[in-house]
């Protein structure tokens, strides 16, 4: 495994730093008291850095670079604003991969193109009211009449869902057969007759993102934008997982850099008993612990993009890359208000954001305890049988 950086990988890397010191930083407090990110402009900006097609050939509209520069490029959206980088793990990892790896031409061609050059912003459907972890307990149901697709259904906790253009919905299209056999996917537009959404509001976390439901009510979607073949939904949607996770990972470097960031300029600028509080042992024993983190989850991530590159199955490093970072970014989010002490506790400093956001990808994209219980049955052999342990052509998980 090769850890030197390309040139191609350093451009990338520099390019979405710089926009992030100049157009993120400075804004990002004002996004978070009001809930609200200048989407239009993001999308701008970010099609022009090519981030949305950063992972995929040119020839389907990308930018003909891997999942390193992905990765990079989610590390440094993050250490800025950790809605920014949702953005790219709804829109690149958990939609654009899954056309790119199942898709028709015909789909690549109507969708992925769009998607990859940043004209069109998409997002994943698979959460619901009562189906988080549990993805067989989706209940939105797909019935075909004649050559459409029926879809009737509620997603919820869903980036993008009143901002995308289209959607990866997933349903049962023959619950008796069970979620590994009867559940599909769909490409969905948002103008699709029958679609309405909304935004939650007053979240603990990624505040100025957005975060809603998706209602279905008799949307009709034809028969060619049902993504694969019947009754491969649930592959798709833990094949989908597997990018998304990646992103997170990623990104979760970014915000675990920031606190480290913020905290090495507090502790060398606070004085405590007559000296900076950054010559007290304990202050130091908690920057060296997010140094420690920050470099084990940066080794993890760089190992699940050299298989993602290779076209290599990473369920298992992927679903390890994403436990661990995002657990870094948490501890040291917190490491970073308690080193700032009571100025952690106000929003005067960035801290208690970065703690919010870092708390909420524990959870998303499969928990953590999800997580742990993955490597514990790699390790006890237990996931032979896993509908994606079978090699497939074309397979980029």
Not at 189 to 198: H, L, N, Q, T, V
Not at 321 to 339: C, G, M, Y
Request: with cysteine; aromatic share 8%; hydrophobic share 40%.
């Amino acid at each position: 495994m090769d850890f030197d950086l390309s040139e191609e990988h350093r451009m990338v890397q520099k390019a979405v730093k710089e926009y992030v010191a100049k157009e993120v930083i400075p804004n990002v407090r004002e996004w978070d008291i009001n809930h609200s990110l200048p989407y239009a402009k993001i999308r701008k900006d970010l099609a022009k850095l090519g981030v949305f097609g950063i992972c995929f050939p040119e020839n389907v509209g990308g930018a003909g670079m891997d999942y390193t520069a992905l990765a990079l490029a989610c590390e440094e959206l993050e250490y800025g604003e950790s809605a920014l980088r949702v953005i790219i793990s709804v829109h690149v990892g958990l939609n654009s991969c899954g056309i790119f790896q199942w898709g028709t031409d015909e789909q690549k061609k109507k969708y992925l193109g769009p998607q990859a050059r940043g004209e069109k912003l998409a997002t994943y459907g698979l959460t619901e009211p009562s189906a988080g972890s549990d993805v067989r307990g989706i209940r939105t149901t797909a019935i075909r009449r004649g050559s459409t697709w029926v879809l009737n259904g509620q997603k919820q906790w869903i980036s993008l869902a009143n901002i995308a253009d289209n959607f990866l919905i997933f349903a049962y299209t023959d619950k008796s057969k069970g979620a590994s056999k009867g559940m599909s996917c769909f490409i969905v537009e948002k103008d699709f007759p029958g679609i309405e959404s909304r935004d939650f509001e007053n979240k603990l976390g990624m505040r100025s993102g957005s975060t809603g439901e998706i209602v279905l009510k008799d949307v009709h979607v034809p028969q060619e934008n049902m993504l694969g073949v019947e009754g491969e939904g649930f592959k798709i949607a833990m094949s989908c997982l597997d990018n998304g996770r990646f992103t997170v990972a990623a990104g979760s470097i970014g915000l675990a850099r920031a606190a480290l960031d913020a905290s090495v300029k507090y502790a060398l600028e606070r004085e405590t008993f007559g000296q900076l509080i950054g010559r007290h042992q304990l202050i130091q024993e908690k920057i060296a612990k997010m140094v420690s983190g920050i470099e084990s989850a940066r080794l993890l991530v760089m190992r699940a993009a050299w298989l993602k590159n290779k076209g290599i199955r990473n369920t298992k490093e992927t679903a390890l890359a994403k436990w661990v970072a995002t657990n870094v970014a948490l501890d040291s989010a917190n490491e970073a208000i308690q080193i700032h002490g009571s100025y952690g506790y106000s929003a005067d400093y960035p801290v208690e954001r970065m703690w919010r956001n870092a708390r909420g990808a524990v959870i998303y994209e499969g928990t953590n305890e999800i997580q742990a219980l993955l490597q514990a049955e790699y390790a006890l052999g237990f996931r032979k049988d896993h509908p994606l342990r079978k090699e497939m052509p074309g397979f980029v998980g």
